[in-house]
């Protein structure tokens, strides 16, 4: 008879699709907010556009993500507890004041490049709220990383893979969004200042830099596998078991539609960047989404699929 | 004087399996029907004759070390200064972290208000018996076998939206008594008391005895230790 092992536990996952959500309309926001601000400070003024769009979609994504995070609390009405009580051992305890500043500085930073005639005092300037923001954006991206990583109960979340992962994540999504949204409104609106043919070809760097991130990141996941497959016995448990309920969507949404497929339409469309011919804008948005769906599966394959129960010969180990 | 750090000490070889601890703990502490404060291990592994059969009390270890408290962003979960690790309901907010950082599975939530049971009007046996509500209601309590000295130093009964875990008692040891699973195990397997002094129960068994924890290699440190399991030194 093979060892039967018996410990009732609360069944279902602890953390749900709404954290999920947090952690993915999180990274969008940082990373929206570093592109926004980066093309900003050292592009010319005919990216404003897509500036304006990458600003706003920093706060709002992020909002909606705590958002989320607050709808999951058990106890929403004692959230003030997090303000009350000083827990500075806890990234969570971090993450909230943290991000509570980037929402107030990336929209400050949005809200003065949309309406730059509204007049503000000096010190709320768009300089003075995008230099201090660029700390807070990143310390946001690695919060999202280290608030699982930090969980050493849960072999798949607490690896250095997993930290990078996060950060890589938040700048192919935060971009593939800004993106994917401009182009979305540029079709409805046309709102876009300045020949588009001449904007497209300045695309050409921010399409290099997606596709190194997108390359990094199937590299990252693929150091993750690494270091779960070769790691110790609870690593090895907890990879397969994550594998065996979720191995088929993150190989399909997450890998290969979501890494490989716009990898392959970038590749192909780099040469229509510049020389005066412009990419197709539907290949460009297609491979955008194709991207924040990539971004979204890995995210929850590593939420939910980390999450799923400790074997019981692991917990039951004693020395 | 020392400060205390009180822990347990769970003699194996003694522990006869028949679950009198997580019994008594229910009643002590008004825990629901489905959550287990005082939980257990079983395994059973090989073909007869060739067996053996484990059987692993657990609860939460109070872990020197405990992920449950330096992850909770609200310090609901926390260290007294006697070693013990205590919930404060009133803080807490939900978010289940202090969960999913502790490796032993004994942080339960309270997804609905708890004790459905005693709120269900329908009779397990319709006309024969009562209702749980009717139970209840007659009973004048939050559920018939409701211990009101819980309340003094924890909820009576947690409510929805927060989590809930073994407190070692600390209402019984703040007057002086042993936990509730102390008291009622019929083989005196499980010893309490304040490993700073060495004539204490528990720390004469570690002084005698080769100590194990569960899941040493998480660094957790914890305060409920093993002895004498059975096929080891
Ligand atoms: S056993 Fe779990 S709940 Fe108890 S102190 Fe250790 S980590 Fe916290
Ligand atoms: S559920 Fe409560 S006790 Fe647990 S980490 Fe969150 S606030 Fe702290």
């Known amino acids: ?319 | 004087m020392a400060k205390k750090r009180y822990a347990m000490v769970i003699d194996l070889h003694r522990c006869v399996g028949c679950a009198a601890c997580d019994i008594a703990c229910k009643a002590e502490n008004n825990v629901p029907v489905e959550f287990h404060w005082s939980n257990h291990i079983v395994e059973t592994r090989g073909t007869f004759p060739n067996t053996t059969f484990r059987y692993i009390p657990t609860l939460c270890n109070h872990c020197e070390n405990a992920p449950c408290v330096t992850n909770c962003p609200t310090t609901a979960m926390y260290k007294a200064e006697n070693g013990m690790t205590l919930h404060d309901a009133n803080k807490c907010i939900g978010c289940r972290l202090c969960q999913l950082a502790c490796p032993y599975g004994v942080i339960f939530f309270n997804k609905d208000t708890p004790h459905a049971n005693y709120r269900d009007s329908q009779a397990a046996i319709p006309g024969a018996t009562f209702s749980g509500r009717e139970m209840a209601e007659r009973t004048q309590a939050p559920l018939p076998y409701y211990n009101p000295a819980r309340a003094e130093t924890y909820a009576g009964v947690r409510p929805r939206g927060v989590v809930e875990k073994c407190t070692f008692c600390d209402h019984k040891v703040a007057v002086g008594e042993d936990p509730a699973c102390v008291t009622a195990c019929p083989a005196d397997a499980r010893l309490f008391g304040d490993l700073n002094d060495p004539e204490s129960k528990p720390a004469k068994a570690l002084a005698r005895h080769r100590p194990r924890v569960l899941q040493r290699d998480k660094g957790t440190q914890p305060h409920v230790f093993y002895i004498r399991e059975y096929g080891k030194a």
């Open chain 1, 1 to 319: 008879m093979d060892t039967e092992l018996i410990l009732t536990l609360q069944r279902g996952v602890i953390w749900d699709e709404r954290v999920v959500g947090d952690l993915f309309l999180g990274g969008v926001g940082v990373g929206a907010f570093l592109f926004a601000f980066l093309l900003w400070r050292f592009a010319e003024e005919r990216y404003l556009p897509l500036v304006k769009v990458a600003a706003t979609i920093a706060p709002v994504s992020v909002s909606a993500g705590l958002g989320l995070l607050f709808w999951k609390l058990g106890n929403k009405l004692n959230v003030h507890q997090m303000m009350l009580n000083i827990s500075p051992t806890s990234v969570m305890w971090w993450g909230a004041i943290i991000q509570g500043a980037f929402v107030a500085l990336s929209a400050l930073f949005a809200f003065r490049l949309l309406f730059p005639q509204v007049s503000l005092p000096r010190v709320l300037s768009a300089s003075v709220a995008g230099f201090l923001g660029v700390p807070f954006a990143v310390a946001v991206g690695i919060y999202h990383g280290l608030l699982l990583a930090v969980l050493t109960s849960h072999p798949l979340w607490a690896s250095g893979p997993m930290i990078v992962t996060s950060v890589l994540l938040f700048t192919v999504t935060g971009v593939a969004a800004s993106v994917l949204v401009y182009l979305a409104l540029r079709a409805a609106v046309r709102f876009e200042t300045g020949p588009s043919d001449i904007f497209a070809q300045g695309l050409k760097p921010v399409a290099l830099v997606l596709l190194a991130s997108a390359a990094l990141l199937l590299v990252t996941l693929f150091a993750w596998w690494v270091d779960l497959r070769f790691g110790s016995v609870p690593a090895r448990l907890a990879l397969q078991a994550m594998l065996a309920e979720h191995g088929i969507v993150l190989a399909v949404f997450g890998i290969g539609f979501g890494l490989l497929v716009p990898i392959v339409i970038g590749i192909s469309l780099l040469p229509h960047f510049g020389a005066g011919r412009t990419p197709s804008a539907a290949l460009v948005g297609l491979a955008c989404l194709l991207l924040l769906v990539g971004g979204f599966t890995i995210r929850y394959a590593a939420v939910i699929g980390g999450q799923l129960p400790t074997p019981l010969s692991v917990m039951a180990t004693l020395s």
